[in-house]
C-alpha cells in the first residue's frame, strides 16, 4: 500500500510542478509532510539539503530519497518513477504532434514565439545566480561591502580563461573552487 501512495504522490508532484525542481518544493512538502506525515518539516528540509548536493534535478533527488526514507529501494524507485513519469507522457506525446504537424504554419508560429521566451527565461536565472554569487545580500548592491570582491576577481578571471584558451570548464570550475577556499581561509586568517 504504502508503494502504491508513493506512486500517487510523486505523480501528483511531477504532473504539477511546473517551473523547475524549486518549484515542486511546496508540493514535496504538502505530500509528505502535510497530507501523509511520512516526515517531519525538518527531516524534509535535511533531505532538500542532500538532494541540492547530489547531481541531478532537486525534485528528483528528493523523491529518491524521500522513497529510500519510507520505503527503502523499492520505496526510491518508486518515487523517482512517479516523478519522471508525468513529464515523460508529456515529452512524447508532444513530440508526437510535433513530428506529426511540424510543417504547420500555426506550430512554426508557435515555436517562434516561445524561442525569445526560453532566452529570456535562461538569461533571468543566469542573472539571478550571478547577482546571488557576486553580491553578498542576493541584490544589486548599494554600496561597495556589498559586493563579494573574491567571487568578482573569480568571475572576471575565470570568464578571460574560458574566452581565451577555452580549457575544459569542469577544470576551471574546479581550480575556481580551490582558488576561492584559499583566499577565504587566508582572509580569514588575517583578519582573525
Same mark, same amino acid.
Given at each position: 500500500?504504502?508503494? !502504491?501512495?508513493? #506512486?500517487?504522490?510523486?505523480?501528483?508532484?511531477? =504532473?504539477?510542478?511546473?517551473?523547475?525542481?524549486?518549484?515542486?518544493?511546496?508540493?514535496?512538502?504538502?505530500? /509528505?509532510?502535510?497530507?501523509?506525515? %511520512?516526515?517531519?518539516?525538518?527531516?524534509? +528540509?535535511?533531505?532538500?539539503?542532500?538532494?541540492?548536493?547530489?547531481?541531478?534535478?532537486?525534485?528528483?533527488?528528493?523523491?529518491?530519497?524521500?522513497?529510500?526514507? @519510507?520505503?527503502?529501494?523499492?520505496?526510491?524507485?518508486?518515487?523517482? #518513477?512517479?516523478?519522471?513519469?508525468?513529464?515523460?507522457?508529456?515529452? =512524447?506525446?508532444?513530440? %508526437?504532434?510535433? +513530428?506529426?504537424?511540424?510543417?504547420?504554419?500555426? #506550430?512554426?508560429?508557435? =515555436? $517562434?514565439?516561445?524561442?525569445?521566451?526560453? /532566452? $529570456?527565461? !535562461?538569461?533571468? $536565472?543566469?542573472? +539571478?545566480?550571478?547577482?546571488?554569487?557576486?553580491?553578498?545580500?542576493?541584490?544589486?548592491?548599494?554600496?561597495?561591502?556589498?559586493?563579494?570582491? !573574491?567571487?568578482?576577481?573569480?568571475?572576471? =578571471?575565470? #570568464?578571460? @580563461?574560458?574566452?581565451?584558451?577555452?580549457?575544459?570548464?569542469?577544470?576551471?570550475?574546479?581550480?575556481?573552487?580551490?582558488?576561492?577556499?584559499?583566499?577565504?581561509?587566508?582572509?580569514?586568517?588575517? +583578519?582573525?
Amino acid at each position: 500500500m504504502i508503494y !502504491i501512495q508513493l #506512486l500517487w504522490s510523486f505523480i501528483q508532484i511531477g =504532473l504539477f510542478s511546473i517551473g523547475g525542481g524549486y518549484a515542486s518544493l511546496p508540493l514535496i512538502e504538502h505530500q /509528505v509532510v502535510d497530507v501523509h506525515g %511520512w516526515l517531519t518539516a525538518s527531516q524534509l +528540509t535535511d533531505i532538500v539539503t542532500i538532494s541540492q548536493m547530489t547531481p541531478g534535478p532537486i525534485a528528483l533527488n528528493a523523491a529518491t530519497f524521500v522513497g529510500t526514507r @519510507i520505503g527503502g529501494l523499492p520505496g526510491a524507485i518508486v518515487a523517482t #518513477l512517479g516523478c519522471v513519469l508525468p513529464s515523460c507522457i508529456i515529452v =512524447l506525446a508532444l513530440a %508526437w504532434v510535433y +513530428t506529426k504537424y511540424k510543417d504547420l504554419g500555426l #506550430l512554426r508560429g508557435i =515555436l $517562434a514565439g516561445l524561442r525569445p521566451a526560453v /532566452v $529570456a527565461l !535562461i538569461a533571468s $536565472a543566469g542573472l +539571478t545566480i550571478l547577482i546571488s554569487a557576486l553580491f553578498v545580500n542576493d541584490v544589486l548592491p548599494h554600496a561597495l561591502s556589498d559586493v563579494d570582491g !573574491i567571487a568578482v576577481v573569480l568571475f572576471v =578571471l575565470s #570568464l578571460v @580563461i574560458l574566452r581565451k584558451w577555452k580549457p575544459d570548464p569542469i577544470l576551471v570550475m574546479v581550480g575556481s573552487g580551490v582558488i576561492g577556499a584559499i583566499a577565504v581561509f587566508a582572509l580569514r586568517a588575517v +583578519t582573525g
